[in-house]
């Protein structure tokens, strides 16, 4: 059995409507915008791609697995409590996060204000440094549905190795 393994994560949420006052959940983190993302749980677009690559990585299926959008247990949950589940059922496996790299796909809101914050708050959750986790973002020059400003996409690639 390999040593290391990556993973390779992407989800998509398309934006509420505004009268529905979800708020953006973006890492872990409220993230000021005029719109949060429709899902049936808090629709953390990031984390959901984040956990997709991990479970990816360890040959454990994907989110919709292990959290089926079809369980009332999972509506409105905190995706932090199921990255903590996703960590337990890797390190159960006997695997632990080298690195990992996250990122948002869509016009707005940018991130830079809140990269550092991102970082701090997910870090300890899979069990690295703040510098092993890496928080950017990306436009598609205002093409596509991200473009256009309907939801966002994100994308996450993850290095994970033998305890």
């Known amino acids: 059995m390999t040593s ?12 509420a409507a505004p009268e529905e006052g979800r708020p953006l959940m973006l890492m872990g983190c409220a ?16 984390l959901h791609a984040l ?7 360890a040959g454990l299926g994907d989110i919709g697995l292990h959290f089926p ?10 995706s932090t ?8 059922d890797l390190a159960e496996r006997g695997w632990r996060v080298a690195n990992a790299d996250v990122c948002l796909i869509g016009e707005r809101p940018k991130i830079g204000p809140h990269r550092q914050r991102m970082r701090d ?14 928080v950017k973002a990306t436009t598609t ?9 309907e939801g966002l996409a994100a994308q996450a690639v993850v290095l994970i190795e033998r305890i």
């Open 51 to 57: 956990m997709d690559a991990l479970l990816g990585a």
């Open 81 to 88: 409590v199921l990255l903590e589940r996703v960590m337990g």
């Open 69 to 78: 959008d079809t369980d009332p247990t999972y509506r409105g949950a905190d």
């Open 141 to 149: 020059e205002k093409l596509g549905f991200t473009g256009r400003g």
């Open 4 to 15: 290391i393994r990556t993973g390779l994560g992407f989800d998509v949420h398309r934006f």
């Open 121 to 134: 708050r997910i870090a300890p959750l899979l069990g690295i440094h703040a510098e092993a986790l890496n």
């Open 31 to 46: 993230i000021p915008h005029d719109r949060g993302l429709a899902g049936h749980s808090d629709a953390d677009v990031m």
